[in-house]
């Protein structure tokens, strides 16, 4: 979506050696009283997003996910919180020295923070200000939350990308219910086949449904940047509609088709997948545990070779098929599990990679992080501190480690995305983005601070 040149009608120095356009609108650099380009100091970002301008109202996992997403390609997103205790995410799980979540570290990256107190109509004023200057808004109230304050869709410019992330959507008879993934999952069908027959429905130990609504919220809004590119100008925005439970329920396959045709509803099948055989974990000798999907006919055929069980295969006509082989689990199941028990899990790999029947290792974060494979691809990445821009305050001492962090997915081979820098301090870029972005003085700064606006 971005189309890279130059434009007389844009005269200040850009950022990188190209600026990108969307349709007919220049995004504009802010510059420096001095005339330099502001954000020169920062590491360069890289990715299809470039010049896009986000302004991130989101909090906790959905919101901080989609903004990170956004952040990773190339956008400069603007992340917004209440001044004093900041977004909920800070304070999540383990802690770094200086008493922040390593998880905003990760999903805060190259963001630029600021503060504004949305309850005090100053901070509102803001809030709206900012959005005249970006391409998207990023949100995940409850529902009328933000029309309540007079920064709903229609209170705002029309060309904006209003993306909005909820429990239920936007719509419905429990649009303004409180949503968290914990509960989302299980309205959206996910609870139902997790876990075993037999007892409670599992959780995994992740926000699942808010990564998967943050991911959906993301990816709706580079779908309304493109139309509005293609459509040309003055062309109005829209608004992305990205729910939780929505985002679980997307992930479900044909669960609903089968049940609607054929009165089938999908039970939980613990540790494999029902219809689908063979496919499971499987205990090894040294108390390892190994994933093995062997459904495809030829793949099955080799697995059962390699088991010491050719008489199994797929040339003979009770296991000639998926639907032949459903009917004989028990026994197929049976047979790799015995064979599994019987060795050690390097052994069980190897056997399975010389067959060419995919297995694996069930790996931890302790596997993950010494992986081979996952060091080639670069899935590991390194994050120092944010930068401090102009006159606002250093990020605080303890947090100047330099910090591990995931990359973010997928890898493209012309315009990858990157990690420029670890989630900020709480409000560390906020008179930097008041200067630059709302042209404010020091001295209207420190009205609005002295006010609890920011």
């Not at 020295?97 to 309850?119: D, E, F, I, K, V």
């Not at 929505?246 to 609903?256: D, G, H």
């Not at 545990?289 to 006919?297: A, M, P, Q, R, S």
């Not at 793949?299 to 082989?325: C, F, Q, W």
Request: aromatic content about 6%; hydrophobic content about 40%; some cysteine.
């Amino acid at each position: 979506v971005l189309i890279r040149g130059i434009s007389a009608a844009c005269p200040t120095r850009a950022l990188l050696s190209w600026r990108p356009f969307i349709g007919s609108r220049c995004l504009s650099t802010q510059v420096q009283p001095d005339g330099n380009t502001a954000l020169e100091s920062l590491p360069p970002p890289s990715g299809p997003l470039v010049g896009i301008k986000v302004l991130d109202l989101g909090q906790v996992v959905a919101g901080n996910f989609a903004g990170a997403l956004l952040a990773y390609f190339g956008a400069t997103v603007y992340k917004v919180e209440p001044p004093g205790k900041g977004d909920a995410l800070r304070s999540l799980r383990v802690l770094d020295p200086s008493g922040t979540s390593l998880w905003w570290r990760a999903h805060g990256r190259n963001r630029l923070c600021l503060t504004a107190n949305l309850h005090a109509p100053e901070g509102r004023e803001v809030v709206k200000k900012l959005s005249d200057k970006v391409d998207v808004l990023l949100e995940n109230f409850r529902p009328g939350v933000m029309e309540g304050w007079g920064l709903g869709p229609a209170d705002l410019k029309p060309d904006l990308i209003y993306t909005r992330i909820s429990g239920y959507g936007q719509t419905g008879p429990r649009a303004k219910e409180p949503g968290y993934a914990s509960v989302c999952e299980a309205f959206g069908g996910f609870r139902h086949v997790n876990g075993y027959a037999d007892r409670p429905p599992v959780r995994p130990n992740i926000s699942l449904g808010d990564t998967l609504a943050g991911m959906h919220a993301a990816f709706g809004a580079v779908m309304a940047l493109l139309q509005r590119q293609r459509a040309g100008t003055h062309t109005p925005g829209q608004v992305v509609d990205a729910s939780i439970s929505e985002s679980v329920f997307n992930m479900m396959e044909a669960c609903v088709t089968e049940y609607v045709m054929t009165g089938s509803d999908r039970p939980p099948s613990g540790s494999t997948i029902s219809d689908v055989v063979p496919s499971g974990t499987f205990r090894c000798s040294d108390g390892r545990y190994v994933v093995i999907g062997g459904n495809g006919d030829s793949v099955y055929t080799r697995l059962m070779e390699a088991i010491g069980k050719p008489e199994m295969g797929a040339s003979h006509p009770d296991y000639a098929n998926n639907a032949a082989r459903c009917a004989r689990v028990d026994e197929i199941m049976g047979a790799i599990e015995s064979w599994c028990a019987g060795r050690p899990l390097s052994e069980v790999v190897a056997v399975m990679k010389k067959a060419r029947v995919p297995s694996g290792p069930i790996l931890s974060m302790r596997d993950i992080s010494q992986d081979p494979q996952y060091t080639a691809r670069g899935m590991i990445q390194k994050a120092g501190p944010a930068p401090s821009l102009g006159a606002d305050r250093p990020a605080a001492a303890a947090a100047g480690q330099e910090v591990t962090v995931p990359a973010i997915l997928p890898v493209l081979s012309r315009t990858p995305g990157s990690t420029r820098w670890a989630g900020p301090e709480l409000g560390q870029h906020t008179d930097f983005i008041l200067q630059t972005e709302l042209g404010m003085s020091a001295a209207e700064i420190a009205e609005l601070r002295s006010k609890g606006a920011i």
